[in-house]
Structure formats: structure tokens, C-alpha cells
């Protein structure tokens, strides 16, 4: 699933294991989900939405998965 | 739409389970390690006939000690110690397994296979008995030893490969 965590990770000043931390899971973790090779559990998904502040949708682009 | 409530996220420590994850993954690139040389030293007193027993050098023991303890203590405990795994790490157990799964589900059916092959090309063999004629001489605590040890080696180089190839 596309997302804009690199961006806003970037826009934050935070390395891929700052944001790992905040998040409380591994920087293998974070780099996965930037890359699209894992997407987030829901927990994870709204723990990402609260630390940026942004609703979940804007963070993550499900377009590509259908209806 | 406002921003959403709930748990706060953690903003200066890092959480317990990022310490456990980051040992867990530390463990398994020193597991892949000792496997391969635990698996590469057990081979090498079959095939090259060489048997440096523990006793006949210190560093031999101290070095091979500390392999077998990566070799048959920690994997059995990283393969169930779900408590240090964050969800990536458990979707890397989940796929690592389940493509363990895959490999003995249809190993049976190859070994079975050759047996089969060795049998039409060498009818005499079946006289020995297929296994006999395939394992020869191999004792039995030497074959369970090296088919546990190729298990957790294939379990961790799965688990490890995966990691390696999402990171790339």
C-alpha cells in the first residue's frame, strides 16, 4: 500500500529508527511500511495517524487495492 | 477531520517492544551465523573424518559451546518467543513458516521419489531395504541431529532471507 510516511517522516527531521521508536516497533518495521512491503496493522495504522496528526486516509493511499 | 484520540504514541523512549524486536533480530543474524558453522563443523567430522573432541583444545570448546548454545538453545526459543516480536517481525515468522510448511509438506514426496529412482536403476538395492541403501552407515543420533540442525538453519535462513530481501 503506497503512503506518505517517508515524507512526513522527512518533513518531522526524523531517522527511519526515531520514528521506530516513537511507534514502538523495530526500524526493519518502518522501513517495510515506506516501501510498501508491509502494511501496518490497524493498531499501527492509528498509532501513525496520532503521531503525525493526520487522519488515517491521508497518510495511506488504498486506491490501488480496489473496491 | 479533527485529529484522532486514543492511546498517545510514545514521544522520547524507546518502547520496550522496539528493544525486544532489536534483540530479536540479533539473535537471528547470530543464529544464522552459528548454524552455519555448527551445521559446516558437523559436516566436516562426517565427511572429512575429522573429530576434534571438546577437551582437546580449550578454544575449540569455548567456541564450540557457545555455537551449539545459538545452535539448539536459542532457536526453539525465537521460533515461540512471540512476546519480543513487533508485527513486522511476526510477519516474517508467519511467511517464514509458512514456507517451512511448504518445504516438508513436499520433502517426503522427493525423498520418496528418489527412493523410488534408486530402486528402478539399481533393483539390488531393495534388498537392503531403501532407507539402508540411501543412509548406508549413518547412525540414527547423527541423522537426528543433523535434521534438527538443517530445520532451525532453514527456518532461520527463511526468516533471515526474507528480512534481507524486504530490506533491500
Not at chain 2, 548454545?69 to 511467511?95: C, H, S, T
Amino acid at each position: 500500500m503506497k503512503n506518505k510516511l517517508k515524507v512526513l517522516r522527512a518533513m518531522n527531521d526524523w531517522s527511519q529508527a526515531d520514528l521506530a521508536d516513537r511507534l514502538d516497533v523495530s526500524r526493519q518495521a518502518v522501513n517495510a511500511i515506506e516501501t510498501g512491503k508491509h502494511d501496518p496493522s490497524l493498531p499501527l495504522a492509528f498509532r501513525i495517524s496520532r503521531l503525525f496528526e493526520m487522519p488515517i486516509e491521508q497518510i495511506f493511499d488504498d486506491s490501488e487495492l480496489g473496491s | 477531520m479533527a485529529p484522532l484520540e486514543g492511546q498517545p504514541v510514545s514521544a522520547d523512549l524507546p518502547g520496550t517492544r522496539t528493544k525486544r524486536t532489536r534483540l530479536y533480530f540479533g539473535l537471528m543474524d547470530l543464529c544464522l551465523i552459528a548454524a552455519a558453522l555448527g551445521l559446516a563443523d558437523h559436516i566436516a567430522s562426517r565427511l572429512l573424518d575429522w573429530h576434534l573432541q571438546p577437551g582437546d583444545s580449550i578454544i575449540y570448546t569455548a567456541f564450540g559451546s557457545v555455537v551449539l548454545f545459538f545452535n539448539f538453545i536459542v532457536p526453539p526459543f525465537l521460533m515461540i518467543g512471540k512476546f519480543m516480536r513487533d508485527e513486522y517481525a511476526e510477519m516474517l515468522w508467519q511467511r517464514s513458516v509458512a514456507i517451512l510448511g511448504y518445504a516438508f509438506a513436499f520433502a517426503p514426496l522427493l525423498l520418496l521419489a528418489t527412493l523410488v529412482a534408486v530402486n528402478l536403476t539399481n533393483p539390488a538395492a531393495q534388498a537392503d531395504g531403501a532407507f539402508v541403501y540411501l543412509f548406508g552407515d549413518v547412525p540414527a543420533d547423527w541423522l537426528l541431529i543433523t535434521l534438527w540442525m538443517a530445520f532451525l538453519l532453514t527456518w532461520v535462513g527463511i526468516f533471515q532471507f526474507l528480512r534481507w530481501r524486504d530490506a533491500k
